[in-house]
C-alpha cells in the first residue's frame, strides 16, 4: 500500500503536469516559439481565480470558463500586435521578446497581488480507499487537467481551427496557398496556449498555493515534460506529464523530496542524448 500510495500521488502529480505543458508545447511546436511567457501565466490564472473566489465569493469551477476566457484575449492580443511582429525571426529574438514580456507580467503580479501564497481552500475532505488515502481537491484537480488536455485534444482533432493549426505546424507555405491566414492562426494558437495555462493556474490555485514565486519552477516542468514526452503532440504531452510526476513521486519517497526536480532534469537530458524526440516519438500534430 506504501508504494501504491506513491503511484498515486504521481499519476495526480503527472495529470497537473501534462495539462500544464500542452499549452506550452502548441506553441512551440506550431510558432517555433519558446514561450517564456508560459510559468507567469500560469501564475495569473491561479491569482484570478483565487481572488474572485476570495472577493466575491465565486466557485473556482463557475470561473473557470472566465479565466480561460480572459487568458486567451491576453494571449490572443500579445501575439497579435506584439510578437506577430517578429515570429519569423530567429529563435533567440522571439524568445527574448517574451522574456521581456515576462518581466513585465511578473512586476505586474508581484505589484497589486504580491508574492504571498495563495490558495483556493476547498475543503473536499479525504478519500480512504484501504489505507491509499486522497484529498478529494486534488482528485478533483486530477481529473479537470485531463478534462482539459482532452478538450484541446479534441478541438485540434476534429475542429476546423484545429485542422488550420495542423496545417500551419506540418507547412506554413502550403498552408498559405490553400487560403489559410497563417498570422491568424498564429495569434488564435498563442490565444490557446494561454488559455490552457491560465485554467492550469486555476486548477493549481485549488490544489497547491500559487506565487509568483513559482512562475519560473511551471515554465522549468513545461520544458520538462516537453523534451520526455515529444514536441508538439497532446500525447506528448500527457506521456511527459505522466513521466515526470511518476519520477518525482517516487523519486522524493526514496531519495527525498530535495532530490525529485534533480532526478527530472537528469531524465530530460538522458532523453535529449538518447532519444531527442521524446518518449512519443512525435514531431507534430497528426
Known amino acids: 500500500m506504501y508504494h501504491l500510495q506513491t503511484l498515486v500521488n504521481g499519476i495526480v502529480l503527472g495529470s497537473l503536469y501534462a495539462c500544464l505543458a500542452v499549452g506550452f ?13 508560459h510559468g507567469s501565466l500560469i501564475v495569473l490564472g ?4 483565487f481572488f474572485a473566489w476570495h ?8 470561473a473557470l470558463p472566465f479565466v480561460a476566457a480572459v487568458l486567451y484575449c491576453v494571449g490572443y492580443t500579445v501575439q497579435l500586435l506584439v510578437i506577430n511582429r517578429v515570429v519569423n525571426q530567429p529563435v533567440l529574438t522571439t524568445l527574448t521578446l517574451t522574456f521581456g514580456l515576462d518581466l513585465i507580467l511578473y512586476n505586474f503580479m508581484n505589484v497589486y497581488y504580491t508574492a504571498t501564497p ?30 482539459l488536455t482532452a ?15 495542423v496545417a500551419v505546424r506540418m507547412d506554413r507555405s502550403a498552408a498559405e496557398l490553400m ?3 497563417v498570422e491568424q492562426i498564429y495569434a488564435i494558437t498563442f490565444g490557446i496556449g494561454a488559455l490552457m495555462a491560465g485554467t492550469t493556474g486555476a486548477v493549481f490555485a485549488m490544489v497547491y498555493p500559487v506565487t509568483t514565486n513559482l512562475a519560473g519552477a511551471f ?18 504531452a500527457l506521456i511527459g506529464g505522466f513521466v515526470l510526476g511518476l519520477v518525482e513521486s517516487i523519486a522524493g519517497q526514496f531519495l527525498g523530496p530535495e532530490h525529485a526536480l534533480t532526478v527530472g532534469f537528469a531524465l530530460m537530458l538522458l532523453l535529449l542524448v538518447v532519444k531527442p524526440t521524446g518518449l512519443s516519438g512525435v514531431k507534430g500534430f497528426e
Do not use: E
Not at 491561479?46 to 481565480?49: I, P, V
Not at 484541446?152 to 493549426?165: E, H, K, M, P, T
Open 46 to 49: 491561479g491569482y484570478l481565480t
Open 118 to 147: 495563495v490558495r483556493v481552500t476547498l475543503d473536499l475532505g479525504i478519500v480512504d480507499l484501504g489505507g491509499l488515502v486522497m484529498p478529494v481537491d486534488r482528485l478533483a484537480g486530477m481529473g479537470l487537467a485531463l478534462v
Open 151 to 165: 478538450l484541446l485534444y479534441v478541438v485540434l482533432r476534429g475542429s476546423r481551427i484545429g485542422r488550420a493549426i
Open 55 to 62: 472577493s466575491y465569493g465565486v466557485h473556482p469551477l463557475v
Open 179 to 181: 487560403g489559410i491566414r
Open 25 to 37: 508545447s502548441l506553441v512551440w511546436g506550431v510558432l517555433n516559439i519558446i514561450n517564456m511567457l
Open 219 to 236: 515554465l522549468g516542468k513545461a520544458f520538462v515534460v516537453c523534451v520526455i514526452g515529444g514536441l508538439g503532440s497532446v500525447q506528448g
